[in-house]
DNA sequence: CGCTCGTTTGAGAGGACTCAAGGTAGGTGG
DNA sequence: CCACCTACCTTGAGTCCTCTCAAACGAGCG
């Protein structure tokens, strides 16, 4: 997610008005593509990664939710069957709230709504972002749409190191394993990036 | 977009908080890719088409906004720039308002917040449609994510015409014309959708 | 009729994917 | 401290299929 509105719901409103926090295991399906959604989620601790997949079974990282961050919300306002699926990535708490009483706060906390508006403004501009990620014919111009989203510090001109493995990159680009890996190289090759002892830095 | 939530902010709001008609040419540029956000538009008449392009120049269309929709919101809430072009297809009337003054109107009537809010959920989940579209490596799986997502009604059993020609739906998927053209020429051969007098139905 | 826009067909090349196998680092347990 | 395991990274060869470029046809309109 783009780390510039990371607004999230005060966590005792979310309690009082009937959220509960629940633990998942890492790998657990917090829920799945098709389910009808019927809380919304909060993350307390943990990461979890949403994702949807093709019928080849490869699967496309959205985005991974972050602690205060939230997921599933544009579902349960619309009340759109999942189109993406919510796992654990780690051991995870979330605070669930249905759409009743999140409809409660909504209206009793203006300025709740008001931040959730800010933080769905940056969504929809995170997932146009996606969407030229994905629209870069060449594997290396999705790449680099990926690695210049993620990177923090735009200005920033030394190298940085890229939290992310391969497979994710894969996963984020709609590109396979080995060709973000012939890419990056070729890509170190013209200096765009470095890697040293297989860490990738941009 | 989806057409589920089509709310828009009431016209006579606008105007009394600063909001003034713009009209555009068709072809028009309203904003363009880099630009800093400085409104928010809301189409009155006309039709509007956001899409972005990647470095050899190929467009991806990300949505058309019809009268009473709204467009550019979140960059001028974020205050992040344009990742995406606007430009009207056809002679077009839309309502600017600057950010300022848009917040004025979300201090000042919490229903209008609410109605955006849930706007907002929709459009999310649109881009996440658009993602899903992206993915499928096939042509076939492309085209049928997008013909799905624009079916209005999802229970009709006859094919209904596709108001969109070849090369807007290679637009939408990312295909290139030829493309479109040859897979759906092989749909219509396996029934997955007909071709009368090079109409499309589906 | 001539223009324009959308559709169609053909032939060819490039490149990402696929499948298969091997290499490397970091962590765990004996 | 070493052997093992797992997850991640790397390399190779071959196929398929989309893109590319080029050309032409069809329909609608003034």
Chains 1, 2 share one sequence.
Do not use: W
Request: with cysteine.
């Amino acid at each position: 997610m783009s780390e510039v509105y990371n607004t999230f719901i005060d966590q005792n409103i979310l309690i009082t008005y009937g959220g509960f926090a629940k633990k998942y295991e890492k790998g657990e399906i917090i829920y799945q593509e098709g389910n009808t959604p019927n809380h919304f989620f909060q993350v307390i601790e943990g990461e979890v990664r949403v994702f949807c997949s093709n019928s080849e079974g490869k699967e496309l990282t959205h985005y991974y939710a972050s602690p205060g961050e939230t997921f599933g919300e544009s579902q349960i306002l619309t009340g759109l069957p999942y189109t993406c699926s919510a796992v654990a990535k780690t051991p995870t708490v979330v605070i669930k709230i249905s759409k009743e009483n999140l409809l409660n706060i909504l209206k009793d906390f203006p300025e709740v709504t008001r931040d959730l508006l800010f933080s769905f403004a940056a969504k929809i501009y995170d997932g146009a972002s996606s969407a030229r990620i994905l629209i870069g014919h060449t594997p290396e111009e999705r790449i680099l749409q990926f690695l210049d989203k993620n990177k923090t510090d735009k200005d920033q001109q030394a190298k940085i190191l890229v939290p992310f493995t391969r497979q994710q990159i894969a996963d984020f680009t709609g590109l396979r394993v080995e060709t973000v890996i012939r890419t990056l190289i070729k890509m170190k090759d013209d200096g765009v990036v470095n890697i040293i002892n297989r860490k990738l830095y941009y």
